[in-house]
C-alpha cells in the first residue's frame, strides 16, 4: 500500500509510532513491575547498564594518577596510626584525607596521643561519622560520605547534599588542593577511572622509608583501610561493589576499598568529569524520533508484508542496533556521555512489528466497519 498525499502519509506514521510507544510504556511501567515472569526485562537493563558493561569488561587504564597518594592502615592499632601521620606530615602534603572510621575513645595516652598528632598536621579532612572530638581541632574538617547504590547493589553515585553544599567529605578536599571552592550540588554517577594500582599506594610500613614519604609533598594523601595489604579482596564494613569490579564466582565480585571510592570522586571533581546523561525529556525526544522514523520507511514503501522485505527489515534491524551500540559507546569512552541506548535499541526493534500491527488493526477496521483509512494497494 502506498498513501496518496504526504499528509496522510504522516498521519499514519504519527498514529504508529504513538502505538509503538504506548507498548513501550506498558512493559517498561506495568509489566515489569507487576509481573514476576517480566521482572527480569528490569534485571536485563540493569545488567546492560553502559557504565556497568564499559568499566567491568571494556575499560582499562594504564596512566597513574599524579595528584592522590594512598595509604592502606591495615590492621594497626591508633598509636600505630598516629605515627604514621606524624610520617606523612614530615613530607608536607598538600591535605590528608582520614578516611577512618576509629569508634568510642577511652581517654587514655593512645588516644591523645592520636588527638594530639592530629592537632599538628596540615589541613586534615575527616568522614562525620569518624569521631566527633575531631571536629574541635582548628586543622580538621568534618564531611558527609553518601554513596548511592544502583538495582545490582554497586556504588554507582555520591550525593552533594543541596542544603549542605560543599560539605562533603571529598569536596573538602578537592577545595583543598585546588585552594578554590569546588562546591556542588545533587547526585553525580561517579567515573570510576582507576582502581588502586592506578595511584602510589602503600602499607603501613613503606612510611619508615623516606625515599616513599618524599612522594608525598603537596599532594592529596588519603588513608584508610584497605584489607590487610593492597590487592586484598576482604569482606569487611568500608568495602563495595562498584563497576570496576569484575565477577570472580558466579554472583560473587572482588571489592574497591572506601579510600579508592573516594580518591575517584575527588579526581571527578577535580578533572569536571562526572558521567553525564541525557534528560529524560530528551531521551523521550529521541526514542519517539527513531520510531517515528522507522515507521515513516515502512509505511511509505512496504504495506504489504512479502518475504523479501521481511528479511531486509530484520537486517535492517539488526544493523540499527549495532549501530546504536557502537555510538553510544564511542560516546561514553570519548565524552562520559552516558546515552540510553537500551531504549533506542528496543525502539528500533519494536518499530517494525508494531507497525506491521497498526497495518493488521487498519486492515481489520476497514473490512469489519468500512472505515476508509486512505489506503490503496500497491
Not at 16 to 29: A, E, G, H
Not at 82 to 103: E, R
Not at 171 to 184: F, G, L, M, P
Request: aromatic content about 14%; proline content about 3%; charged content about 20%.
Amino acid at each position: 500500500m502506498v498513501f496518496p498525499s504526504n499528509k496522510i502519509w504522516f498521519t499514519h506514521a504519527a498514529l504508529s509510532t504513538l502505538l509503538t510507544c504506548l507498548v513501550l510504556v506498558f512493559s517498561s511501567k506495568i509489566l515489569t513491575v507487576n509481573s514476576s515472569l517480566l521482572n527480569g526485562l528490569t534485571q536485563l537493563k540493569t545488567k546492560t547498564d553502559i557504565s556497568n558493561m564499559y568499566f567491568s569488561g571494556f575499560y582499562e587504564n594504564y596512566s597513574l594518577n599524579q595528584d592522590i597518594v594512598l595509604v592502606n592502615i591495615g590492621g594497626a592499632d591508633r598509636g600505630r596510626i598516629s605515627d604514621a601521620l606524624l610520617s606523612i606530615k614530615s613530607a608536607d602534603p598538600k591535605v590528608i584525607g582520614l578516611d577512618v572510621s576509629f569508634g568510642i575513645f577511652n581517654g587514655d595516652k593512645i588516644d591523645s596521643n592520636l588527638i594530639s598528632a592530629l592537632s599538628t598536621l596540615p589541613l586534615t579532612i575527616v568522614p562525620e561519622t569518624t569521631h566527633p572530638n575531631f571536629g574541635s581541632l582548628a586543622n580538621v574538617k568534618m564531611g558527609s560520605t553518601q554513596l548511592i547504590q544502583d538495582e545490582t547493589g554497586r556504588i554507582k553515585y555520591v550525593e552533594f547534599s543541596p542544603e549542605e553544599p560543599g560539605n562533603h567529605f571529598c569536596q573538602h578536599i578537592a577545595a583543598a588542593y585546588a585552594n578554590k571552592n569546588v562546591s556542588t550540588s545533587c547526585t553525580k554517577e561517579i567515573n570510576f577511572q582507576s582502581d588502586y594500582k592506578n595511584y602510589k599506594y602503600f602499607e603501613l610500613e613503606h612510611l619508615e622509608d623516606p625515599e616513599n614519604t618524599d612522594l608525598f609533598k603537596n599532594k592529596i594523601v588519603l588513608v584508610g583501610y584497605a584489607g590487610n595489604k593492597w590487592g586484598d579482596n576482604f569482606c569487611g564494613e568500608d568495602q563495595f561493589v562498584t563497576p570496576i569490579d569484575k565477577e570472580v564466582n558466579p554472583g560473587m565480585f572482588s571489592r574497591t576499598p572506601g579510600v579508592v571510592v573516594h580518591a575517584n570522586i575527588i579526581q571527578n571533581i577535580l578533572d569536571k568529569n562526572f558521567i553525564k546523561e541525557f534528560p529524560n525529556w530528551l531521551n523521550g525526544v529521541i526514542v519517539f524520533l527513531l520510531i517515528f522514523g522507522f515507521n515513516l520507511f515502512y509505511l511509505k514503501r512496504y504495506v504489504s508484508v512479502n518475504v523479501p522485505f521481511y528479511f531486509f527489515c530484520r537486517i535492517m534491524q539488526i544493523i540499527t542496533v549495532g549501530v546504536i551500540a557502537y555510538m553510544a559507546f564511542i560516546c561514553f569512552d570519548v565524552f562520559r556521555l552516558k546515552l540510553e541506548f537500551n531504549r533506542w535499541m528496543v525502539a528500533s526493534a519494536l518499530s517494525f512489528d508494531a507497525c506491521m500491527f497498526y497495518i493488521l488493526c487498519t486492515y481489520y477496521l476497514s473490512k469489519k466497519y468500512g472505515y476508509d483509512f486512505k489506503m490503496t494497494s500497491k
